[in-house]
């Protein structure tokens, strides 16, 4: 019997996580469907969504504020010249916006080597952060960038587009090119090392 009630509240809770993200995906469409006809409404939404979650894929990986601020700033434009190109057939908006900033990430750091200093008096700025990641300490940031400097590239996008996004399994492998068996890999193996690394790590 309690087997059975189990399975029942496992099953019920399923059911309302794909009803929910069903409901997400379509609030997401009829919002980029708007974009699409250039609603200004939708545009500037779209911006509030995305800039903060942007600047803080970027700055975790670029370790510098101002890059990361031009960056996101640059792909949000992106999006709004592209928009029109955009057609959901399974992939998630969200998942299409973190492809055009790894790409530009990755052409960034073709063309330039990537900054080693970092001013930890700096941190990052408030204004761009969503409330649970306004709290953080800069020093926290700096432990979990020298962290994921542990990390392959692939590993990294995974646990960045996973856990500071939010991203499914299914919406990483479509950013990174990967499958989500390769994805869930990917999360396994970064966790272990990722723990390894903070073990490590004295905090301050």
Same mark, same amino acid.
Do not use: C
């Given at each position: 019997?309690?087997?059975?009630? $189990?399975? !029942?509240?496992?099953?019920? &809770?399923? #059911?309302?996580? *794909?009803?929910?993200?069903?409901?997400?995906?379509?609030?997401?469409?009829?919002?980029?469907?708007?974009?699409? /006809?250039?609603?200004?409404?939708?545009? $500037?939404?779209?911006?509030?969504?995305?800039?903060?979650?942007?600047?803080?894929?970027?700055?975790?990986?670029?370790?510098?504020?101002?890059?990361?601020?031009? %960056? &996101?700033? =640059?792909? %949000?434009?992106?999006?709004?010249? !592209?928009?029109?190109?955009?057609?959901?057939? =399974?992939?998630?908006? =969200?998942?299409?916006?973190?492809?055009?900033?790894?790409? /530009?990430?990755?052409?960034?750091?073709?063309?330039?080597?990537?900054?080693?200093?970092?001013?930890?008096?700096?941190?990052?700025?408030?204004?761009?952060? #969503?409330?649970?990641?306004?709290?953080?300490?800069?020093?926290?940031?700096?432990? @979990?960038?020298?962290?994921?400097?542990?990390?392959?590239?692939?590993?990294?996008? *995974? @646990?960045?587009?996973?856990?500071?996004?939010?991203?499914?399994?299914?919406?990483?492998?479509? @950013?990174?090119?990967?499958?989500?068996? #390769? @994805?869930?890999?990917?999360?396994?193996?970064?966790?272990?090392? %990722?723990?390894?690394? %903070?073990?490590?790590?004295?905090?301050?």
């Amino acid at each position: 019997m309690d087997q059975a009630a $189990g399975l !029942s509240k496992a099953l019920a &809770a399923e #059911a309302a996580r *794909v009803a929910r993200r069903q409901s997400e995906r379509e609030e997401e469409l009829e919002l980029v469907g708007r974009a699409q /006809r250039y609603d200004p409404d939708a545009l $500037g939404r779209i911006y509030e969504i995305y800039f903060p979650k942007i600047y803080q894929y970027a700055y975790l990986q670029l370790s510098d504020a101002q890059l990361a601020e031009d %960056l &996101a700033g =640059g792909v %949000l434009l992106q999006v709004v010249e !592209s928009i029109e190109k955009f057609h959901y057939r =399974g992939t998630p908006f =969200g998942a299409w916006v973190f492809r055009i900033a790894r790409n /530009r990430i990755i052409d960034m750091h073709r063309r330039k080597k990537r900054r080693q200093h970092v001013d930890l008096h700096e941190g990052i700025p408030t204004d761009y952060g #969503a409330p649970h990641h306004e709290t953080e300490r800069v020093l926290e940031h700096e432990r @979990v960038r020298g962290a994921l400097e542990h990390l392959t590239d692939d590993q990294r996008q *995974v @646990v960045l587009l996973k856990f500071a996004e939010g991203l499914d399994n299914q919406s990483i492998a479509n @950013v990174i090119g990967r499958s989500e068996g #390769a @994805v869930k890999s990917l999360q396994h193996r970064a966790l272990v090392t %990722l723990r390894k690394a %903070l073990s490590e790590q004295p905090i301050e």
